[in-house]
Structure formats: structure tokens, C-alpha cells
């Protein structure tokens, strides 16, 4: 009978173990990261964000959701359906503010910032012929000033309203693609293009191996007035020699890829994805040569939003301001 009640005992005692070492099994957190097409630059780098985390942050399981990129992704870490979205600053502040492409909808108040990753310069390109030389010159002439309802376009209107112009003041404001503009510039049906895009950005480049081509610039106290207005706008430089004919470094206003997370994530985890995104750098370089750009010097230049407490924190103890 004692041999009986001592083996019921140590069965007892083995399930309770097996049931506390089942309970003490750490849970998996989902990292759900929005990115934008296959064949864009949002991808691969979420996809290199994944395996930073996977490989170095316990209990983390991070995948890749392929969208439609900046606004498709405002909506989808707004509602909860991803932890991480790679977004345009612009468009973050747009959504933020209830303004642009977002006017007439709730200001959707819940994203917070991560990350600012790297710059989408905004580029004036004019034809020699031309002589447009400032952004002055393009009074009467015919310009290209992106899609309707486009993040170009609105760049396009909102630097000439700094310079106290508007779309009356040029000659023609044609609502053009990257392309259509491209063709345009080579056919000389139009004088000068707004583009929004990284550098060398390819339409630019085929232009300027058939045509000659001016790049130009936008002053740094107007870049300063924009950014007063427009917090998400910063400067940047396009170097001499980006493209075909241009010899000097040619200052502008750039609009910047970014990271944002909802306000309900963890503050640790926030932290720790932050951390882990900026000490594992090698890894985004190795996947992108866009990972050269993202620096956690530069990771607060432009923030359009408030930063989430957890990305914060980090930052405050790197002395990052």
C-alpha cells in the first residue's frame, strides 16, 4: 500500500512538472511587417528586418506581407493588421493631420514613429534649351508636376507655394507620370518635371543620355520655410555627377522612407526592435544597397509623428535627438 500511494505520489508530481513546463514555455510574438510590392525596395528590406529579429529577439516570429505600400500600410498598422509598416513621411503626416489624400476622413491619431530609414529626394529636372537655372524660372514655362492626387504633385505645389507661386504662374501644369514626364522632357513638349523618387532615379538618367538636362535647386531657406510648414520635408544634397551634365552638388528638399508601429505595441518589444534593427545593420546592407542610407544619426530627421516610448527610449540612451 506505501509502494502504491509513493508511485501515485511521483506521478502526481511528474504531471504537475510537465504541466509548469509546458506553462512556462515562452509565447511567440507575431511581427507582422507591411511593406510594399515584390519588385520595390520595401520588401527585401522588411524582409531583412524579419530575420534581424527572428535571430535576435527571443519568443519573436517576424514575416513579410507584400501591399500596396505607403497608404495601403497607414491602414493596415492603424486597424491592428501589422505590427510594422514601411511609409513615406509625408503620407504618415497627411493620415496623421487629416489632410491631402487623407481630407474629409478621420485623422487616424494612432500610428507612432520608429524609425526614419532613407530620403525620397524631390528632383526638378529642366531642359537646357530651357533656361531654367532656379525654381523662379519656371514661371510660364510648361511643367510636369506628378499624377493627380499623387505625393509628387503635392511637392510639386507646396515648393512653388513657397516661392509664392502657384500652379497659374507657369505656362501649363501637365499631370504627369514618371514616364510621361520622362518622354515629355526627351521630346521637348515640356520644359521641366517635378520627380519624387530615390537617386539616380532611372527616368532621369534616360533622359539625360539623350538630352541635356538641368537639376535644379531648391534654396536652403526655402527648404526651411517648407519644413517649418511641413514637418516631414528635410535637405539633402544631389552629389555632382548623379547624372549626365550635372558638375556640382545640387541642393534640394527630400520627403523620407520610414518605419511606423501602432501605439499599442509593447514599449520593450518597441524597444528591442528598434535596438536590434540599428545594431544588426550589416544585415539590411547586405540584403539592399538602401541600407547604406539608413543611419540611427539620421533616424529622427524628419519624424513627422510622435515617436513610440519603447523606439524613444533607445534613441535617449544613444544620445540621439
Do not use: W
Not at 499599442?264 to 528598434?274: E, G, H
Amino acid at each position: 500500500m506505501k509502494k502504491r500511494l509513493i508511485s501515485i505520489t511521483m506521478v502526481l508530481l511528474l504531471m504537475v512538472s510537465l504541466v509548469a513546463g509546458c506553462d512556462s514555455k515562452p509565447k511567440e510574438t507575431y511581427i507582422s511587417i507591411a511593406t510594399g510590392g515584390t519588385a520595390g525596395t520595401y520588401y527585401p528590406l522588411g524582409g531583412a528586418l524579419a530575420k534581424i529579429f527572428n535571430d535576435n529577439i527571443k519568443g519573436v516570429n517576424a514575416n513579410v506581407q507584400s501591399t500596396g505600400a505607403s497608404v495601403e500600410n497607414v491602414g493596415l498598422v492603424s486597424k491592428g493588421e501589422a505590427e510594422i509598416g514601411f511609409i513615406q513621411n509625408d503620407i504618415t503626416y497627411y493620415a496623421f493631420t487629416g489632410t491631402e489624400s487623407f481630407e474629409g476622413k478621420d485623422k487616424i491619431t494612432n500610428l507612432r514613429g520608429m524609425a526614419m530609414l532613407y530620403p525620397e529626394l524631390v528632383q526638378i529636372i529642366a531642359t537646357e534649351d530651357s533656361g531654367i537655372k532656379t525654381v523662379d524660372d519656371l514661371k510660364g514655362k510648361k511643367v510636369a508636376i506628378g499624377a493627380p492626387g499623387s505625393g509628387v504633385e503635392a511637392n510639386a505645389r507646396q515648393v512653388l507655394a513657397v516661392h509664392g507661386m502657384t500652379y497659374n504662374d507657369l505656362g501649363k501644369a501637365d499631370y504627369l507620370s514618371f514616364n510621361e514626364a520622362a518622354d515629355q522632357l526627351k521630346n521637348k513638349q515640356i520644359d521641366a518635371a517635378f520627380i519624387t523618387a530615390g537617386i539616380p532615379t532611372s527616368a532621369v538618367t534616360e533622359v539625360g543620355q539623350t538630352s541635356k538636362i538641368v537639376v535644379v535647386p531648391i534654396a536652403s531657406d526655402k527648404i526651411a520655410k517648407l519644413n517649418e510648414e511641413y514637418p516631414f520635408y528635410t535637405e539633402v544634397v544631389i552629389p555632382a555627377n548623379t547624372y549626365n551634365g550635372q558638375t556640382t552638388d545640387i541642393t534640394t528638399a527630400a520627403v523620407m522612407a520610414m518605419l511606423v508601429v501602432s501605439d499599442k505595441l509593447d514599449d520593450d518589444l518597441a524597444y528591442d526592435l528598434t535596438k536590434q534593427m540599428f545594431e544588426q545593420r550589416q544585415v539590411i546592407i547586405d540584403t539592399h544597397s538602401r541600407g547604406n542610407d539608413i543611419n540611427i544619426e539620421t533616424a529622427l530627421k524628419g519624424m513627422p509623428i510622435e515617436l513610440h516610448p519603447g523606439a524613444k527610449r533607445y534613441y535617449d540612451e544613444k544620445g540621439i535627438k
